[in-house]
Structures are given as structure tokens and as C-alpha cells.
């Protein structure tokens, strides 16, 4: 880490500094990076001059400064993954003619950020803005599938809710579901949201390995036989994985 230019062990005690509870003294810094204890007093005193990180002499610790706080603001207002995936999302609808969604984890459920379909098709009910459980839709569970066991217990702690009667409808059920997705590499939702309707959807990752967004295509049931979906998974797992490259990830 020594050998490492100022600027990325700069990024690198911002990232420490981002994943820690509160601020943390510069021992504790140093030793985490891997470096020399006079190298990280200068480094913090530098990123404090410019606002990147803050003192706080009371309980002698380093913690993020405004100006981290205004950059990761400014990465909000940018919509940064809406516009690294719309246009993925488009040609993905070009590709296949069904219509795509972009889709996030909020909680327990899914929560849809992006819609792109073909002309003059029918109206899904999982418009953007709209949210549903997420261990009914195939993006919420091509998510759940890469999330540590103790996580998906602690989204479901108590019974599931339903909307057709049908999907996992206990914590034992969605685990063997989601072991067979992780397994496979895309999930399938059929009818579980609306009737008539299925969807296949298969997850992206940020730079930690971490499942950030899921890409799903939605179709009529009776448009696709069955046998014809693992070929639909694999221009939607191509999808998917670029849209990893694009945010810097990693499966």
C-alpha cells in the first residue's frame, strides 16, 4: 500500500472511512491500509484541508468531511445508475421485444427505477416508482439470491404476503428458491404478480461484489412456451453484466 499513489490511498481512506460506523482514530486508519503512521497523519491533514475528511478533537478520531458529503449529493442528483442502464435497457427491448425494467432492493420489496418497452404493448402493473415483494418478482429474487442468509432472515421475519396465490410463502420455501436461482444464474417470477404474465430478470454487482440492481424482462405467458426461457436469460444476464462493467463491479 506504501507504493501506492497519494491519490488512491486518499480514495482509499475515504472508502474505509465510508464503510466504518463513525469517524476513527488515524491508528486505526493506518493500520487498516497497510500504512506508515507519519504518511497518514500527513495524508488526513491534507484531505482536511480540503474538506474531504474532518477532526474531531474530543474523541481524537477522523471522520468524512463536507466535501465528501457534497460529492456523494452530487452522485445522487446524477441519477448516476438510471443513466448508465437506460440505454442498456433500450437495446436489451430492440434485442428480445419485451419490455425491460431496471430494479432495486428497498427493504423487503422491489423497487422499479426504469421501464423501456416496445410499442403499442400491454401495461405492466410494475410501473416505475411502484414497489412489490420482493420475493414475488424475479429482480427481487435475482438480488436475494447473492445476499448473505442472514440478511434475506432479517427482510422476512414475519409471514409473506401474497398477491395470486402463488410464490414462496415462508422463509424455508423462498431459501430453497433462491439456492436454485443463485445456482442457475437468472430468476423466473410466473404469475406471481400478475396473472398471465412471467418474468426473468438477473442481477447486477457494484465494486464489492455487492448485488445492486436487477434487469427484467416481462412477458405473456402464453407468447413464450417454457423451454424457450433459458434462451430469453441469456441476453438479459448479458445485460445485466454489463451494466456490472459500466458501474465498476463485480460478480
Known amino acids: 500500500m506504501s507504493q501506492v499513489p497519494g491519490a ?82 433500450r437495446r436489451l427491448v430492440d434485442r428480445v421485444g419485451e419490455i425491460a425494467q431496471l430494479g432495486v432492493l428497498h427493504g423487503a420489496e422491489t423497487l422499479y427505477l426504469l421501464k423501456e418497452q416496445p410499442p403499442r404493448h400491454a401495461t405492466l402493473v410494475t410501473d416505475v416508482g411502484v414497489r412489490m415483494p420482493a420475493q414475488l418478482t424475479a429482480s427481487g429474487r435475482s438480488l436475494l439470491a447473492h445476499l448473505p442468509a442472514a440478511q434475506v432472515r432479517a427482510l422476512f421475519p414475519r409471514s409473506f404476503v401474497d398477491r395470486t396465490g402463488q410464490g414462496p410463502t415462508s422463509l424455508r420455501e423462498l431459501r430453497r428458491v433462491l439456492v436454485e436461482d443463485a445456482r442457475r444464474g437468472w430468476s423466473i417470477e410466473d404469475g406471481y404478480i400478475t396473472e398471465g404474465f412471467a418474468s426473468i430478470a438477473a442481477c447486477s454487482y457494484d465494486h464489492t461484489g455487492h448485488p445492486t440492481a436487477a434487469i427484467t424482462v416481462t412477458f405473456r405467458r402464453e407468447d413464450r412456451p417454457e423451454d424457450t426461457w433459458p434462451a430469453l436469460a441469456t441476453p438479459v444476464r448479458e445485460t445485466a453484466a454489463t451494466l456490472t462493467t459500466r458501474l465498476g463491479g463485480r460478480a
Do not use: C, N, Q
Not at 59 to 74: N, P
Open 8 to 89: 488512491r490511498r486518499a480514495l482509499a481512506v475515504l472508502r474505509l472511512l465510508a464503510g466504518s460506523a463513525g469517524p476513527l482514530p488515524a491508528s486505526a486508519i493506518a493500520r487498516d491500509l497497510g500504512l506508515p503512521r507519519s504518511s497518514t497523519y500527513h495524508l488526513l491533514t491534507a484531505m482536511a484541508a480540503d474538506g474531504f475528511v474532518a477532526y474531531v478533537p474530543e474523541e481524537r478520531r477522523w471522520g468524512l468531511g463536507v466535501a465528501a458529503f457534497e460529492i456523494g449529493s452530487a452522485y445522487l442528483r446524477h441519477e448516476p445508475l438510471e443513466r448508465l442502464a437506460r440505454p442498456l435497457l
